[in-house]
Structures are given as structure tokens and as C-alpha cells.
């Protein structure tokens, strides 16, 4: 049987997780077995299905809301590097790491992941979504050393439009920072080197530690 809120949340009439939560409020309380008049569904199956949907459709709310646009993305134009670096610079614009303080700010930010998700790829995905929770974690614990992490990431965006030979040097000292800081984990280093390697820069760290 079809979820009956994923149609409405994939159309726009249920736009946010308390549409759906009001959605649900609604619907329960004609389906509540305790609302109900006597011999009508008392084993309260129907509440129970109700549920059901209303807990797959929140579990993944972001990828019904979000996939029908899945199109618009893979249509734009560019490369699929492109895409990627469009999407990482809007994220940190979005204020990446962060933990959004409201739900409007939550489906701005979720769908900003999403996008960037997107135009990675599921291999290069996994890995950012790995680096995003040990920079939440240096949010909360050092934020000198999620400064530098950051100012990585703009350096590499920034480096990818103006190549500038300076630019690649610091990276190459920034990267090999993040290596022997113990404070940044793999997840961080793995996805700083990656981004590297799109830009042609990576030859000259494992040189340096031959």
C-alpha cells in the first residue's frame, strides 16, 4: 500500500517536517482507536498503519522532498565537477558545520546537503558526510583548529578559479598541517586530499613523504 504522505510531500503541499507533523495530527484524530465509536476498527489496525507511514515518510523526508528535483540538478549546465564545487561553496556559505537552530533554517541547510550530495556522488558523499561530524565535533571542542579545516576548503574552492602558484603552496602547507594534527580525523583528511586531487594537487604531499 503506498505512503500516503510521501505523495503530498513529493507534490510541495506538505513543504516542511511540520506540515507533516500537522498532517498526521489530523489524520490521527480520525483513526484513533480511542476516537473511534464502538465496532469500528478496535484492534486499532488502521492507527497503527497510519503510524507506520507517518514514520517512513519523517525517516525520509529530505529524500522525498528533495528527490523530485533531482533533474533540475543533473540538467544544469557544466561538468559534474562543476556541479560539485558550486555546491560545496553554497554549503559553506549556508554556514557548514552547523546544527540549525529552526526547521525553516533546517530545510535551507538539508537541502543544500542534498544537493552537494548529489553532484559528489555516493563514494565522495560518504566521505564528506564523514569529515562533516568531526568538524561539528571541533565546533564544539576547538574552534581554532575548525577554523583552519574551513579556510582549507575556501582555499581549494578559491584555488580552483584563480590557480595561483601561491595559492597551491599554502594548500600543500595546509594539507600537510591536517596530517600531523591530531585533531582532525580521517574523514576531514580524506576529503580535503580528495578535493586536492580534482585540482591536480597531491603528487607534490606524496613526495614529500617519500
Known sequence: MA????GKIRSGEIGSIGDLKSEFKELAKRNHP?????????????FRRLREEFEAALRDFEKHRFGAKRGA?????????DEAWACLALFLKRGFPKVPRHE??????EYARWRLGEALGS??????LACEAELLELKAENPRALGRALALLRGLIEYRGKSLPAMRTQILLSLGT???DPRHGPGCRGFARR???ELGIGSEISASRG
Do not use: C, H, Q, W
Request: net charge negative; charged share 30%.
Open 3 to 6: 505512503n500516503r504522505f510521501v
Open 104 to 109: 525553516k533554517e533546517a530545510l535551507r541547510y
Open 34 to 46: 480511542d476516537l473511534l465509536g464502538p465496532g469500528s476498527d478496535s484492534d486499532g489496525e488502521a
Open 195 to 197: 578535493l586536492a586531487s
Open 178 to 180: 591536517l596530517d600531523i
Open 123 to 128: 563514494e565522495l558523499a560518504e566521505r564528506f
Open 73 to 81: 540538478l543533473s540538467s544544469g549546465a557544466g561538468s559534474f565537477r
